[in-house]
């Protein structure tokens, strides 16, 4: 696989329970909120998290977060987490919480 296997254990532990199904995109392997995008694990070790274009701002302004340019050009909403942003469990969950936050708010697909 190209992309960390582990990390995919650790979100779908910390998903357990919700309607949240997988789907290969991006190089590397996304979970899906209802059919919304949520998150996704990339290539790089990278968290892909989906905030909403109202979060986006205060959420770059965090440590170990930078904007998702994978077209190279950024995509509001949308950003990476280093490693090092969601090494310990209980950091991971609180991304994933936030990116449910947002995903909460959308109609099902």
Not at 21 to 45: A, P, S
Not at 87 to 100: N, Q, T, V
């Amino acid at each position: 696989m190209a992309y960390d296997e582990g990390l995919e254990v650790r979100i779908e532990e910390a998903l357990a329970g919700r309607e949240v199904t997988k789907k290969q995109m991006f190089g590397g392997l996304c979970f899906l909120d209802r059919g919304n995008m949520l998150c996704g694990i990339v290539k790089d070790g990278r968290l892909m998290l989906r905030v909403g274009k109202e979060a986006y701002e205060s959420v770059l302004a965090r440590p170990q977060v930078v904007k998702m340019d994978f077209t190279g050009k950024p995509m509001t909403g949308l950003v990476y987490i280093e490693p090092a942003g969601f090494e310990e469990d209980r950091d991971l969950k609180a991304w994933l919480e936030l990116g449910l936050a947002f995903t909460g708010s959308l109609p099902d697909k």
